[in-house]
């Protein structure tokens, strides 16, 4: 079955499964809202376009998206700084209409938020997930080099530099694209044509009610970023009353630095019987997800997510794409075990969708990954981003969606991929050259 015609066919059984339990939706609560307002934080997934016309774009979509929603449990909510876009310096062969943003995150906020205990005064910190390679490829030490955490928290204002000697025993760690991504976050200030303008989230933050509460969440490297954030800004600011919601996240650092966040943040769930998805302070995934597997390298250590398991996490694949999917695992524990430190997932709570069918084709192993990484985590929590009245912002701002190949490549661990088409460009290159010497 060709790419497109299957991928389609998962676009649609998902709409159905949207509507069949629309009728049935009732008000999201503070998880929900929570999940909702992440998923606002990713209107750009799909999309490339000018820095300009993507950071006017999302000026649009988040409100629209927080009023579509207001009937289901946003009312009330309201975005106070940003939302904001941004990109790195283009490289030589990429272009700004070409690429899509790096970063892009936002606060929202409302006033009697309930929660299992109580009512609150909140705000709500929403990271997108990843939508370029930058963070993870284009710097080549993303995952190979770490930084220490403790030393980057206390200076967070300084570009964060890889560190020199690692004692994965005794000091935290985090990955030099997480560090360079928390650097983007804390230090870029909001756009004149945005909320708060001209202040960073550490400036607006630090106007905040000590009584209110900060929760930071997203999802894919929003799931990374998103506790990381929260534990500097604890360690760094000492900023109190944080919950944390990160889901499908990938491991951001080693064991220490897991500790670290746990002992700040310790896990949080109502009383009763809680399902998987309401809860504090742990990383929300599903079992079937290939992106939380990443980085931890240790089988044994971390049973439930490892890069090990991404081989047969969809089934007995056959031998062809097995060995390329087992291609794309061997570069990534390389690269993990490069880093001289066993990362090690946070603390997460787990849903398991039933098993999808295994994919045959490389095609169908990208849809596959797709649908477990968004469309299962919708399902599961019951939240679906509003689709209607979008299509005309992304018209008026020139929006173009990103090929499946350009979407693959953005996620944690599948940013792998490029590397292969790199070097399958670089030999295309080289036989090209070598026919010319011939001849």
Do not use: C
Not at 308 to 328: C, P
């Amino acid at each position: 079955m060709p790419f497109a015609t299957h991928f389609r066919i998962a676009t649609l059984q998902t709409s159905l499964t949207f509507f069949s339990l629309a009728a049935k939706m009732t008000t999201y609560d503070v998880f929900q809202q929570t999940f909702a307002l992440s998923l606002a934080a990713n209107a750009l997934q799909d999309t490339k376009a000018t820095l300009a016309d993507l950071q006017a774009a999302i000026e649009g979509l988040v409100p629209l998206y927080i009023a579509v929603e207001a009937g289901k449990g946003l009312k009330g909510w309201e975005v106070v700084w940003g939302p904001t876009v941004w990109k790195h310096p283009l490289k030589p062969d990429e272009t700004d209409e070409g690429t899509g943003p790096d970063n892009t995150w936002y606060i929202a906020h409302k006033s009697g938020v309930q929660f299992p205990d109580g009512t609150y005064d909140t705000y709500v910190v929403a990271i997108a997930g990843t939508a370029s390679t930058f963070d993870w490829v284009q710097e080549d030490f993303a995952v190979n080099n770490v930084v220490d955490f403790k030393q980057f928290s206390s200076n967070f204002t300084s570009p964060p530099s890889p560190a020199g000697s690692v004692n994965d025993n005794l000091n935290s760690y985090i990955s030099y694209g997480t560090a360079g991504a928390i650097y983007t976050l804390l230090n870029t200030f909001a756009p004149q044509s945005a909320q708060s303008p001209g202040n960073t989230i550490v400036q607006f933050l630090s106007t905040v009610p000590k009584t209110s509460r900060v929760i930071f969440t997203g999802h894919s490297l929003g799931g990374a970023l998103s506790p990381t954030l929260a534990l500097t800004l604890q360690v760094s600011k000492s900023l109190q009353n944080v919950l944390t919601y990160p889901t499908a996240g990938p491991s951001p650092g080693n064991k220490n630095f897991a500790s670290l966040f746990a002992s700040f943040n310790p896990i949080k769930k109502p009383g009763g019987n809680p399902l998987p998805w309401q809860g504090w302070n742990t990383n929300l995934f599903n079992t079937r997800d290939v992106v939380p597997q990443a980085w931890s390298t240790d089988p044994v250590a971390n049973p439930k997510q490892n890069l090990y398991n991404i081989v047969g996490i969809y089934g007995v694949l056959n031998s062809v794409l097995r060995i390329f999917v087992q291609f794309l695992v061997y570069i990534g524990i390389g690269r993990a075990d490069g880093s001289q430190v066993q990362y090690t997932p946070l603390q997460g709570s787990s849903f398991t969708q039933p098993p999808p069918p295994t994919p045959s084709t490389l095609p169908q192993f990208i849809a596959t990954v797709r649908d477990q990484h968004v469309n299962q985590y919708e399902i599961q929590l019951n939240v679906f981003p509003p689709k209607a009245s979008l299509v005309d912002l992304y018209q008026k701002h020139g929006l173009q969606s990103k090929t499946y190949e350009e979407y693959i490549v953005t996620l944690p661990f599948f940013e792998l991929y490029k590397v292969v088409l790199q070097q399958q460009k670089e030999a295309e290159l080289n036989a090209a050259e070598t026919k010319k010497t011939l001849w």
